[in-house]
């Protein structure tokens, strides 16, 4: 079979595809077993791999392939193949594995031997790193490496994992030894709060934003996507006021624009408002209950969309401004 990857075959792979400047990340697909055991079945490789054995059979590959697609459809773990977009060639792969209760995933990845010392692994931890925080439930990255594999050590610095403890390990390719290792880990990123009594160093932002309650008592919350700050946090709809406008006409807009929903500004009833300091300025929130709007919510502007039961509301990791509210709607709803 060929080295260049069967196009029809990886259009119909379920699953995401994320890219960056040289390569395209997508699900694996029966079709790459061939290349995938070529690439694998190398004792550099799998001696740094506690899962892979040596030698690593072709059938092996089909089996794991096979069983990384049943492990995306139980949402147990996100693999994808890493494929360099100039020559549509599998060159790798990496992955997250999620721990029970999807509050934290575990990263790996690994390249053939050929595209060593080219930057691809970090490229593509950061792509799977950023991706994962953004649209998975988690708040931490681990990752477990052999004791001599100095290369993945600077990935993951590069990439802000730091050492969270040092073990052994079984390694497949090695039977009945453990090897040492090491532990990284990297908790999501959330906006730094700055001393209350600071002086802001860019004035007071002033958002607006709207609790809005079905007909079950339920609040939608919005999720904010990949590529803006404070990617993966869930925030109340809302954004910020432009000159002249009042909180009630800035939300009529931003849900408008955000969600598709006409509301009418004298639908908003006035609830709390929130006032934090974050570093870099000062945020200063007011806080409106609306229950009648026409339309359905669409997320038009890549987030996703939940309706939450108040007793919940605590589940969703939000925004340092955001947080404080929910036993307020909680006691409230």
């Known amino acids: 079979m060929s080295d260049i990857l069967d196009s029809t075959v990886q259009e119909i792979a379920p699953g995401p595809v994320l890219r960056t400047t ?40 089909e089996e794991w392939i096979a069983a990384a697609a049943a492990d995306r459809a139980a949402h147990h773990a996100e693999h994808f193949a890493l494929v360099d977009v100039g020559t549509s060639t599998l060159i790798g792969c990496v992955g997250l594995r999620l721990a029970r209760g999807h509050k934290s995933a575990e990263l790996g990845y690994w390249l053939g031997r050929a595209h060593w010392g080219q930057g691809y692994a970090l490229e593509a931890a950061r792509r799977v790193t950023e991706w994962a925080f953004a649209a998975l439930p988690i708040g931490q990255i681990t990752a477990t490496v052999a004791a001599d594999n100095e290369a ?138 609306c229950r009648r709007w026409k339309g359905e919510p669409v997320a038009r502007e890549g987030q996703k969309l939940a309706w939450v039961a108040p007793d919940h509301l605590a589940e969703y990791p939000m925004p340092p401004a955001d947080r404080p509210l929910i036993p307020m709607l909680r006691d409230f709803l």
């Not at 999720?223 to 954004?239: H, I, N, Q």
Request: aromatic share 8%; glycine share 8%.
């Open 22 to 61: 040289r390569l395209e990340l997508r699900p694996l697909h029966a079709g790459d077993a061939p290349h995938f055991h070529r690439l694998i079945n190398d004792w550099e490789i799998c001696r740094r791999l506690p899962d892979a054995p040596f030698p690593y059979s072709a059938q092996l590959a």
């Open 152 to 289: 993945s050590f600077a990935v993951l610095h590069r990439l802000g994992f730091a050492v969270s403890g040092k073990g052994t390990k079984s390694f497949m390719c090695r039977p009945g030894q453990k090897l040492p290792v090491k532990h990284f880990t990297r908790e999501r990123e959330l906006p730094a709060s700055a001393s209350v009594n600071a002086e802001p160093k860019a004035g007071v932002l002033l958002v607006a934003a709207a609790a809005l309650i079905d007909a079950q008592g339920r609040v939608l919350l919005a999720r904010r996507p990949e590529g803006k700050k404070m990617a993966g946090l869930w925030e109340f709809p809302g954004g910020k006021m432009e000159p002249g406008e009042t909180p009630e006409v800035a939300l009529a807009r931003e849900l408008r624009e955000e969600l598709g929903l006409e509301v009418a500004p004298g639908d908003f009833a006035p609830f709390v408002f929130a006032s934090h300091a974050y570093e870099g300025f000062h945020l200063l929130m007011p806080v409106f209950l």
